[in-house]
């Protein structure tokens, strides 16, 4: 097998991007769980271990204010861009920014949307997004949990327009809903939505099974909310069950993946026990999904994960695993898959087995 084009996104703007959440009095300040740090280090390791270079770099595409206003309302947009130009402000729960986040922002969306444009194109077979801020929690009139502006809805978006892409499916692996892809596709039947998380983690409100779509869109999103303490054996189980049968039904010309760390075991923000080897795990059951029905079309966009020391050993994992390498770290804090921890439990089972069923239901899974 040939070695695979792998395309890799970054700007260094991304690590200049300030996070400003006020997490009440009692919180002494300066310990937010978001910072640059997890992302300024994955990039590092992409270095140290040859994966950057053995990339082809793709730089951010400018977007114009129309790129954004597919998805988000002018209104939104406004007030980020004032907001960002005085001193920052808070435009949505967990979400405050400093001066200056708007056009980080946008070149955030511009690095997931160039990544996809490359992907489409067939520029590159698969691609790496490596931007900051987040995305997957954004919606159309409003930012949400670091997340600013909605980049891989931004992507598609453009990419349709373009003409290069119809039905696309987002997988999104962090740890917390992608409430914002549900949001924005809720309706639509050619973007399916998956979204495998810790249950009632963040939003609260959101990411229950029963939430499959409306009207044309019914089918076309699915929850798969995991206990606390899900290791591999969950995971996993979820990925074969749910996720996989349900790319291969939808049959979609892309893709994309929501990608955070922070249901990796050293996460701060979340209570699950995912391995960095985990991470391009699933990475490697996505390219096989992908080369099923999307000519292998795939692009992986960072999102979440807070661990300053793990996460860049996942997201190294993931993009060795696009490149078709070995994940060759020294882990200290990989979990054998027998370990109990990793091991499905009945409890588990069933939270999966009722998702399943939903899905069943709504039409997103083949009886
Ligand atoms: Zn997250």
Known sequence: MSTPNVGLVTAEQYFYHQSIIDFGPDAEPGADLESPVPRRRLLNLLRKTGAADACRAIAPIALDR?????????????????????????????????????????????????AAEAVARGDVDRAFALVRPP??????????????????????????????????????????????????????????????????????????????????????????????????????????????????????????VACGYDAGLLDPSSQMAVTARGFGEFTRLLVQAAAGSAQGRLLIAQEGGYSP???????TAVVHEL??????????????????????QEYQRQAIDAARRAGVDSGALPH
């Open 135 to 256: 995305g997957h929690h954004a919606e159309p009139d409003r930012a949400r949990g670091y997340c600013l502006l909605a980049n891989i809805p931004i992507a598609v978006e453009r990419v349709r327009a373009l003409g290069l892409a119809s039905r696309v499916a987002i997988v999104d692996w962090d740890v917390h809903h992608g409430n914002g892809a549900q949001v924005i596709y809720y309706d639509d039947p050619n973007t399916l939505t998956i979204s495998l998380h810790q249950a009632q983690l963040y939003p609260i409100d959101s990411g229950f099974i029963d939430e499959v779509g409306e009207g044309a869109g019914r089918g076309a999103n699915l929850n798969v909310p995991l206990p606390a303490g899900s290791g591999m054996g969950a995971y996993r189980y979820a990925m074969t069950e749910i996720v996989l049968p349900a790319l291969e039904a939808f049959a979609p010309d892309m893709i994309i």
């Open 66 to 114: 129309a790129d954004l206003e597919r998805v988000h309302t002018p209104d939104y947009l406004d007030a980020f861009q004032s907001l960002s130009a005085m001193n920052g402000g808070e435009l949505g729960d967990y979400a405050g920014f400093g001066r200056g986040s708007y056009e980080i922002a946008v070149l955030s969306a511009g690095g997931v949307a160039a």
């Open 323 to 344: 490149l078709g390498w070995e994940f060759g770290l020294v882990d200290h804090y990989d979990l054998d898959d027998s370990a109990p921890e990793q091991l499905l």
């Open 309 to 315: 020391l793990h996460s860049p050993f996942c997201g």
